[in-house]
């Protein structure tokens, strides 16, 4: 390690800290004399930093609320909705949606001897026809319009898996298509 008299840095120290070249300082009370210089030249530059021990959950506390103010991603107040990011977020809504509804009536449907309710395909067929017209087309709707588009872009994602379309044209123009399509084959299913 290098000596402050060897590099040539003790007239330097001595003259910083308002020494005398007369006068012989160690560098150490160079360092003190400077930063009392500083201290009284600038309050701003020191600053009392308090520090104190805490338990671990202490620390998840301060943690777990330092993460409840950062913001959403994509940071919903000032980016622009994105046909990407809207169609990203649909699809796995459409997804977990539809998924609920498989499992719900599966136990249902397994469950139904248990339970007593009558849930056999014949009482479920009987219960359908006696419901009105416009219930009938709204709950078809509800199921088709998300299973089309949920299952057109998943294609979309497989073809971009496959390495095409990774553009922001292409992607802008398969995401159209992928509407355009829901809208169509989801009112063909509509009525079928």
Sequence with gaps: MFSTAVVGM???????AGVSRMQIATPAMARS???ALARRASPMLTRSVQVQSMP????????????????????????????????SIFHRVTGVGLSLALYAFAIGYL????????????????????????FKLTTKAIFAYPFVFHSLNGVRHLVWDSGYFLTVKGAYSTGYTVLGLTALLGTAVLFI
């Design 56 to 87: 671990p959950a202490g620390e998840s506390v301060i943690l777990n609320t330092q993460r409840l103010k950062r913001p959403s991603s994509p940071h919903f107040t000032i980016y622009q909705p994105q046909l990407t990011w809207v169609a």
């Design 33 to 35: 004399r400077l930063s």
């Design 10 to 16: 003790r007239v330097g120290l001595r003259s910083a």
């Design 111 to 134: 469950a139904s001897p248990v339970i007593g309710i009558p849930l056999d395909s014949a009482s479920v067929v009987e219960f359908v026809h006696g419901l009105p017209e416009w």
